[in-house]
């Protein structure tokens, strides 16, 4: 059983003294109070009636408070000017509440009730070119993200989407029909071998027509063109998952594009023939233009005047397939934000044409990775970062610290801060890449919150007091409990808005606080046995909120640092 949050319990209590008065019971939630110094916590909802019923607020919070007085779980209920409640809850009810939270296995966690459904589509590396720097973003928030959904009881499932087919896969046949090769090629060779073939067939038409009639062929199922293909794709997964090892990343499903190339064509046909796809100047689009559109969303192209199936024509069969096969609540997909658009027209076009099912259909966008220039960020000759490349600089930074004997772990450290650091920045903005900043052992990174990880683990190693029983006596005590309260909200807000960021703020202020309070509260010092164990109880839910946090980032945690 989940502990119900704190919050949520002081709602129900205060909404049914709203509720006794005649008011609606949801005008009593309570939040967390801004003035800590004032109050711990507050609800506004008597302004908000007031104005319905047009009364005088300070007296409908006035009357609540009365109602709520003679509650032994409320310490002080008062209404202040113009119509605030301010809330303070007993010591009693506070500690018995914290006790239940270090005691859950969730640690007062979010679960929700209503677990959904969901296909997480992110990462997407393509076939025969290297991951690079654009991919970190996807693949850690979209590996974030599937970790807090699981974490909340949801039921997810995650598919790597390999960009493994299309035109570039023809022009790498092509070119390997060209020169004649017969060995077969590296990985190497293949991420030399794409971008010289591309070039040449923007150049060259003779040569695109070869790549095209090449995609054709491997579609049609030329048996030799399948097993070039096969191999591309071989020596490019292996590369793939080798990274994503480094961060520790795995999918449930390694499906690509290629996945559904045998779903396009009836698609297509079914779509011509119900009347969903029109013809327009030799293409075949479907119209996803909306009147209450503020910018004009031009058509999906569905297919090409040539023939020839788009980047679209895949992601709307892909997402027939998954209804089909999952009927899924949530398609989410981690994509950059200039996709934004790209999303938007198949989106439609899926609801439009049917293929949706009961899912939503939703894209999380975010910006990119930039050098200190603000441009995104590049190699120093100027050329895209490799993500290998990338985690080996962050690797390297923490090595430096280990090797000066600040740090343990170089490799847990460089890629904690490399993980943090792309999270705790909103998605959407885009941040610049600052590999000291992001090593640092100070200051809101990733390090630091291994470090507190570790710190407060090893001080509950260190002490041989049993854990006893929560009980909130100090203000110092109870802002650290004030603070561990806000855990299942942090969650929630991070599921609502898709955004590990916001647990990333959370774990660094809990960490803060801890501090703080040990500073003023020891343990194993404690004035008394009762003292300390209850104070390594703290402790306990703290270590657990962290930890939790950090899985939820995808962080893991060494030993000892
Ligand atoms: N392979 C694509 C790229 O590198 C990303 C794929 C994203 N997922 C999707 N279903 N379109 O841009």
């Given at each position: 059983?989940?502990?119900?949050?704190?919050?949520?319990?002081?709602?129900?209590?205060?909404?049914?003294?709203?509720?006794?008065?005649?008011?609606?019971?949801?005008?009593?939630?309570?939040?967390?109070?801004?003035?800590?110094?004032?109050?711990?916590?507050?609800?506004?909802?008597?302004?908000?009636?007031?104005?319905?019923?047009?009364?005088?607020?300070?007296?409908?919070?006035?009357?609540?408070?009365?109602?709520?007085?003679?509650?032994?779980?409320?310490?002080?209920?008062?209404?202040?000017?113009?119509?605030?409640?301010?809330?303070?809850?007993?010591?009693?009810?506070?500690?018995?509440?914290?006790?239940?939270?270090?005691?859950?296995?969730?640690?007062?966690?979010?679960?929700?009730?209503?677990?959904?459904?969901?296909?997480?589509?992110?990462?997407?590396?393509?076939?025969?070119?290297?991951?690079?720097?654009?991919?970190?973003?996807?693949?850690?928030?979209?590996?974030?993200?599937?970790?807090?959904?699981?974490?909340?009881?949801?039921?997810?499932?995650?598919?790597?989407?390999?960009?493994?087919?299309?035109?570039?896969?023809?022009?790498?046949?092509?070119?390997?029909?060209?020169?004649?090769?017969?060995?077969?090629?590296?990985?190497?060779?293949?991420?030399?071998?794409?971008?010289?073939?591309?070039?040449?067939?923007?150049?060259?038409?003779?040569?695109?027509?070869?790549?095209?009639?090449?995609?054709?062929?491997?579609?049609?199922?030329?048996?030799?063109?399948?097993?070039?293909?096969?191999?591309?794709?071989?020596?490019?997964?292996?590369?793939?998952?080798?990274?994503?090892?480094?961060?520790?990343?795995?999918?449930?499903?390694?499906?690509?594009?290629?996945?559904?190339?045998?779903?396009?064509?009836?698609?297509?046909?079914?779509?011509?023939?119900?009347?969903?796809?029109?013809?327009?100047?030799?293409?075949?689009?479907?119209?996803?233009?909306?009147?209450?559109?503020?910018?004009?969303?031009?058509?999906?192209?569905?297919?090409?005047?040539?023939?020839?199936?788009?980047?679209?024509?895949?992601?709307?069969?892909?997402?027939?397939?998954?209804?089909?096969?999952?009927?899924?609540?949530?398609?989410?997909?981690?994509?950059?934000?200039?996709?934004?658009?790209?999303?938007?027209?198949?989106?439609?076009?899926?609801?439009?044409?049917?293929?949706?099912?009961?899912?939503?259909?939703?894209?999380?966008?975010?910006?990119?990775?930039?050098?200190?220039?603000?441009?995104?960020?590049?190699?120093?000759?100027?050329?895209?970062?490799?993500?290998?490349?990338?985690?080996?600089?962050?690797?390297?930074?923490?090595?430096?610290?280990?090797?000066?004997?600040?740090?343990?772990?170089?490799?847990?450290?460089?890629?904690?801060?490399?993980?943090?650091?792309?999270?705790?920045?909103?998605?959407?903005?885009?941040?610049?890449?600052?590999?000291?900043?992001?090593?640092?052992?100070?200051?809101?990174?990733?390090?630091?919150?291994?470090?507190a990880c570790v710190r407060v683990h090893s001080l509950m190693e260190k002490s041989d007091i049993p854990l006893g029983r929560i009980?909130?006596?100090?203000?110092?005590?109870?802002?650290?409990?004030?603070?561990?309260?806000?855990?299942?909200?942090?969650?929630?807000?991070?599921?609502?808005?898709?955004?590990?960021?916001?647990?990333?703020?959370?774990?660094?202020?809990?960490?803060?606080?801890?501090?703080?309070?040990?500073?003023?509260?020891?343990?194993?010092?404690?004035?008394?046995?009762?003292?300390?164990?209850?104070?390594?109880?703290?402790?306990?839910?703290?270590?657990?909120?962290?930890?939790?946090?950090?899985?939820?980032?995808?962080?893991?945690?060494?030993?000892?640092?």
């Amino acid at each position: 059983m989940a502990v119900t949050p704190l919050l949520e319990q002081l709602s129900t209590i205060v909404g049914e003294a709203f509720a006794q008065l005649g008011y609606p019971a949801e005008r009593g939630k309570v939040v967390i109070s801004t003035r800590w110094d004032l109050a711990q916590f507050q609800c506004n909802g008597a302004m908000a009636v007031a104005k319905e019923a047009k009364k005088n607020p300070l007296e409908i919070a006035e009357a609540v408070a009365k109602i709520l007085f003679p509650d032994t779980r409320f310490a002080r209920v008062a209404a202040v000017a113009p119509g605030f409640l301010n809330i303070d809850i007993s010591d009693k009810f506070f500690s018995a509440h914290v006790q239940a939270m270090a005691q859950d296995e969730h640690f007062g966690g979010f679960r929700t009730d209503e677990p959904l459904n969901i296909i997480l589509d992110y990462c997407g590396p393509n076939v025969a070119k290297p991951m690079h720097v654009g991919h970190l973003r996807s693949s850690v928030i979209g590996n974030s993200l599937y970790r807090i959904f699981k974490r909340a009881g949801h039921r997810v499932t995650s598919d790597i989407h390999l960009g493994d087919w299309g035109l570039p896969m023809g022009m790498l046949i092509a070119e390997i029909k060209r020169t004649g090769r017969t060995e077969p090629v590296t990985l190497e060779e293949l991420e030399v071998m794409y971008p010289k073939a591309a070039a040449e067939c923007k150049e060259d038409p003779a040569k695109l027509e070869e790549a095209r009639a090449a995609v054709q062929a491997l579609q049609d199922g030329n048996e030799e063109y399948r097993a070039l293909w096969r191999h591309f794709v071989d020596v490019s997964v292996k590369k793939v998952i080798a990274n994503l090892e480094r961060l520790d990343i795995d999918f449930d499903l390694w499906l690509g594009e290629s996945d559904v190339q045998n779903v396009i064509p009836p698609m297509v046909e079914e779509l011509k023939g119900n009347g969903k796809a029109i013809a327009s100047e030799g293409a075949w689009i479907v119209e996803v233009a909306e009147p209450t559109d503020k910018n004009e969303i031009p058509p999906m192209l569905l297919v090409k005047s040539d023939g020839a199936a788009l980047y679209s024509t895949t992601d709307l069969a892909t997402i027939k397939q998954r209804v089909e096969e999952y009927n899924p609540d949530l398609i989410l997909y981690v994509v950059d934000q200039r996709q934004h658009l790209h999303f938007e027209q198949v989106f439609r076009a899926a609801r439009k044409v049917g293929y949706a099912g009961k899912a939503k259909l939703e894209h999380k966008g975010y910006g990119t990775v930039n050098g200190k220039d603000g441009k995104p960020f590049k190699t120093r000759t100027g050329g895209v970062m490799k993500l290998e490349d990338l985690i080996q600089l962050c690797v390297d930074a923490a090595g430096q610290k280990e090797a000066a004997g600040e740090v343990n772990e170089a490799e847990a450290i460089g890629i904690a801060a490399l993980k943090f650091a792309d999270l705790s920045s909103t998605s959407i903005s885009g941040y610049v890449f600052d590999v000291d900043k992001f090593v640092s052992t100070e200051g809101k990174t990733g390090p630091y919150l291994q470090y507190a990880c570790v710190r407060v683990h090893s001080l509950m190693e260190k002490s041989d007091i049993p854990l006893g029983r929560i009980s909130l006596t100090l203000s110092a005590e109870r802002a650290l409990a004030h603070m561990a309260i806000r855990f299942p909200n942090a969650m929630r807000e991070a599921i609502d808005a898709r955004e590990p960021s916001i647990l990333c703020e959370f774990a660094y202020e809990l960490a803060q606080a801890f501090s703080k309070f040990y500073a003023a509260c020891p343990i194993a010092k404690a004035e008394d046995a009762t003292t300390a164990a209850s104070r390594l109880g703290l402790a306990k839910l703290v270590h657990g909120q962290i930890s939790a946090c950090l899985d939820m980032l995808g962080i893991r945690v060494p030993e000892r640092m």
